[in-house]
Structures are given as structure tokens and as C-alpha cells.
Nanobody, 125 residues
Framework: QGQLVESGGGLVRSGGSLRLSCAASGRTFSTYAMAWFRQAPGKEREFVAAIIPWGGSNTDYTDSVKGRFTISRDNARDTLYLQMNSLKPEDTAVYYC?????????????????WGQGTQVTVSS
């Protein structure tokens, strides 16, 4: 069975930075699009960022994080990253990484078949 394990979450003050990692194992992930989603208390899971299998500049971001977050991947290490800068209290949520069914990045969670357990990010004001 494939597995995704997130790490790097924590408590940070507004304006601070965090770098999330998502380590993949057990299945092929390098040939699939990958994404980050987040879920705040009482809210639905929302798309954050996605990247195609071969990485590079072919990425997608939700408007609220554009210019602040950067998604990247290291296929040799089977690891996905999310660099988060200029964090705001409204970024507080559990962050999940996920593998897409295919190679095209999408924003719909139902098009992702493997999910990590999540890592908590809390931004204080």
C-alpha cells in the first residue's frame, strides 16, 4: 500500500514561515500530479497548491496563497514540499498532501486517491 506522511507543521507567529514535507513510500508517486489541501475547523477541505509530475513551473495555487506559498517536489527523494512564507492567522489549518489519479493537476479532492494523515499549522496573530 502507498503511504504519504506529512511533517513540518507547528506554531508560528503571523508573518513567519514554515516548510511542509510529504514523504511518499510504497507506491509510485513521481509520475503523478501531487497537491496540498488544508482544512480549518468547521470548514470544508480546500485546495492549496498542486504540481505536475515533472515539477518545474507548471503549478497551480489558490488565490489566497499566491506569492506567499511555493510547491515543489524532489522525485529522487519521493518528497513533496510546501514552502509557506508571510503566514497569516487565516492559514491556520490541518495541511494534507495528496496524489492525483493522473498527471494533470486539479483542484477537486475527489480526483486524488492517496492522502496523508495531515500536519497541523497554527499561525498566531
Amino acid at each position: 500500500q502507498g503511504q504519504l506522511v506529512e511533517s513540518g507543521g507547528g506554531l508560528v507567529r503571523s508573518g513567519g514561515s514554515l516548510r511542509l514535507s510529504c514523504a511518499a513510500s510504497g507506491r509510485t508517486f513521481s509520475t503523478y500530479a501531487m497537491a496540498w489541501f488544508r482544512q480549518a475547523p468547521g470548514k470544508e477541505r480546500e485546495f492549496v497548491a498542486a504540481i505536475i509530475p515533472w515539477g518545474g513551473s507548471n503549478t497551480d495555487y489558490t488565490d489566497s496563497v499566491k506569492g506567499r506559498f511555493t510547491i515543489s517536489r524532489d522525485n529522487a527523494r519521493d518528497t513533496l514540499y510546501l514552502q509557506m512564507n508571510s503566514l497569516k492567522p487565516e492559514d491556520t489549518a490541518v495541511y494534507y498532501c495528496a496524489r492525483n489519479y493522473g498527471t494533470t493537476h486539479t483542484r477537486r479532492p475527489e480526483q486524488y486517491d492517496y492522502w496523508g494523515q495531515g500536519t497541523q499549522v497554527t499561525v498566531s496573530s
